[in-house]
């Protein structure tokens, strides 16, 4: 007998679940009739049963992951082909080597840079 929330196996006309310890029978969310755990549909009311029951780890997923782009994924699983859409994207690549140098340089023009404006505000500079 199969576990309907763990799927373990258990000897028949076991109660509850001896790997999670769960009811092994299903109620009903309608009537709350007691089911066997393979009943598809409630015995009483006709309810069918496992619709409103959502895949957890499709729960867990939908947290970080929009379920537009989900169901695309899913779609392409399924296919066995990858589908999306294309993009223009711009990249910008640059060498770093000889980057110590060029710090170097960096930091001497700085220098100069800060040398002109000192020299721009002192009073000397200002009154020629």
Known sequence: MECPSCRGE?????RFCMS???????????CATELPAEARF??????????????PARARLEQYIPRELLT????ARTSGE??????????LFCDVTGSTAAE???SRARDVVRYIGDRA???EATAA
């Open 82 to 91: 990858p589908q999306g859409e294309r993009r223009v994207v711009t990249m």
């Open 20 to 30: 999670c310890g769960k009811s092994m029978s299903a109620t009903c969310p309608e």
């Open 10 to 14: 258990n000897p028949g006309g076991a």
């Open 121 to 123: 505000g002192s009073p």
């Open 104 to 106: 170097r340089l960096r």
């Open 72 to 75: 695309k994924l899913e779609t």
């Open 42 to 55: 409630c015995l009483n009311c006709g309810h069918q049963l496992g619709q409103a029951q959502a895949d």
